[in-house]
């Protein structure tokens, strides 16, 4: 159905050698900028935004732009053929026979990889609903490697909508993959991390703690991920409500962390972080969203140039008569994709937004 590009949907569609890779080339272009001039010259990448989007958005057009490459694509999908009506695998299928990559943001759940299916060049996920956000993880892990000189060993406590936040999904599934990381999982009871998400960690041989005071678990941190409620993935204003400003990073909680805690945060920020806690040297966030960039340049490069061994998209096997019970998910959008589902263990997954089927629908497999 679909060619074998080397698309960037889930961080797993590469081994963690491509990781790390592309984590030691960004270091290399960051600190040899003059080298990589011109790399892409005559190639071009289309940035598809369907949500809105800063860092990742800029940081993926600057580092095309650095490398010689150049950009087409749209930010607000009001003025392109999606207002009349087109659908994500036709712009998708357009877009990627007008440039050599394509990065995507979409508000559904699986959403990119459902476009990738049918795409003519790459596609890299730049955030899919409250799903997955891999490149951020490449930034983090970046800065992880730059700031704190390795990706293991580490005590990270993530804090606010662990439920939604897909840059949480995304850095909670990579940095399993290393040795002796713990996480403390900072959230109310209604933003907890997906069930998945646990069970993967677990599943890796590290621990994890769930706790609801940022002010307890903060002694014990080597690095503070703070993330902002996501007020477009509730229900309701009024679900919203009850949970903003549950927790705030302030200068009086930082002097409980360690002298070398550092905090970083995917970013926008809304007001999970008090601006006193700005001018502090751990506060690293600005910083972070710099690396953003070399790590984008370098993913960039490493997949024009083929130096990444990819996954195919579907793995799973294609069940017509399940189907996935997550209404987030592409696939109750896109009656034509294959009802596709991995199986972990005995529990059947969907492979585009990694929900899990109940085990009544599965009973008669
Ligand atoms: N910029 C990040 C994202 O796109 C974090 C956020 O929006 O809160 O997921």
Redesign the pocket.
């Known amino acids: 159905m679909h060619q074998h590009f080397p698309h960037l949907i889930d961080l797993d569609n590469y081994p963690v050698s491509t990781w790390n890779s592309i984590i030691n080339l960004a270091i290399d272009i960051k600190r040899n900028q003059h080298i990589y001039v011109g790399a892409c010259n005559g190639r071009i990448m289309a940035t598809l935004f369907y949500e809105p989007?800063t860092?990742?958005q800029m940081s993926f057009q600057s580092a095309m732009l650095r490398l010689g490459g150049g950009i087409i694509g749209f930010d607000n999908p009001a003025t392109s053929s999606v207002a009349k009506g087109e659908s994500i695998k036709d712009t998708t299928k357009i877009a990627s026979s007008y440039s050599d990559i394509v990065v995507m943001?979409h508000f559904i759940e699986g959403s990119v990889k459902a476009a990738a299916l049918t795409a003519d060049c790459p596609v890299v996920n730049a955030?899919d609903g409250g799903h997955l956000?891999p490149t951020?993880t490449l930034t983090d892990l970046l800065t992880l490697r730059a700031e704190k000189g390795a990706l293991s060993g580490l005590t990270v406590g993530f804090c606010g909508d662990l439920k939604n936040?897909?840059?949480v999904h995304s850095l909670l599934k990579a940095l399993s993959h290393y040795e002796n990381n713990k996480f403390v999982l900072i959230s109310t009871d209604e933003l907890k991390v997906p069930t998945y998400i646990k069970d993967r960690i677990t599943a890796y041989g590290k621990e994890y703690i769930e706790v609801n005071s940022l002010e307890e678990a903060i002694p014990q941190l080597d690095v503070l991920y703070m993330?902002?409620i996501?007020r477009e993935r509730f229900g309701s204003p009024e679900e919203y409500e009850k949970q903003k400003n549950v927790f705030c990073l302030d200068k009086r909680k930082m002097k409980a962390a360690k002298k070398d805690m550092i905090v970083l945060h995917?970013?926008?920020r809304v007001d999970e972080i008090a601006l006193d806690v700005d001018d502090d040297p751990r506060a690293l966030y600005f910083k972070q969203a710099n690396y953003g960039m070399y790590v984008r340049m370098s993913l960039i490069l490493s997949i024009l140039n083929e130096d990444i061994q990819t996954q195919p998209l579907l793995v799973g096997e294609n069940i017509p008569e399940i189907k996935c019970h997550n209404p987030k998910c592409i696939t109750a959008s896109e009656p034509s994709l294959p009802h596709s589902f991995r199986n972990n263990n005995g529990i059947l997954e969907c492979e585009f937004c990694d929900e899990r089927i109940l085990t009544e629908q599965c009973r008669f497999i």
């Open positions: 989007s860092r990742t943001r955030g956000h951020q936040g897909r840059t993330t902002r996501q995917p970013l926008p």
